[in-house]
């Protein structure tokens, strides 16, 4: 179960399309979808309907939203990939070194807490990045 949390801590990939769009929203891109919010979805007043409500208007979006959409699957598929890739590398060492937590970012707190610790294989599959010292 504390992979599953995992999982989502990594990359987001079972948190759903809201997840993606909020991701959107936070670096701007979203902007390229800003009229076809207002056009298509104008009481969509949270991200996750607001997602929702694009998904099913795919046929009817701007092409520039299209693209934007389509960026944020590829990257939203990735981190997917990503995380499959360290749940299977890194599960000896966390449940050697972190058998005792179980919420995701605990878990992931963790494996980087014991960073010497870890197997060079899991070591070099962890995410890379802001918190990290990879």
Do not use: I, Y
Not at 32 to 51: F, G, I, Y
Not at 109 to 121: N, R, T
Request: with cysteine.
């Amino acid at each position: 179960m504390a992979w599953m949390a995992f999982l989502v801590v990594l990359g987001g990939s079972v948190a759903g399309s809201g997840w993606a769009w909020a991701q959107a929203q936070a670096t701007g891109v979203a902007a390229e979808c800003a009229q076809d919010v207002m056009q298509l979805c104008p009481n969509a007043k949270t991200p996750q309907a607001r997602a929702l409500c694009l998904k099913s208007q795919e046929a009817n979006l701007s092409p520039a939203c299209k693209q934007v959409r389509t960026k944020v699957q590829e990257t939203k598929a990735n981190a997917q990939t990503k995380s499959m890739e360290v749940k299977e590398v890194c599960k000896a060492d966390a449940e050697t070194l972190c058998k005792d937590h179980k919420v995701g970012s605990g878990l992931l707190v963790c494996l980087k807490a014991h960073e010497a610790e870890l197997s060079a294989a899991c070591k070099a599959a962890l995410p890379k990045g802001k918190g990290t010292t990879n």
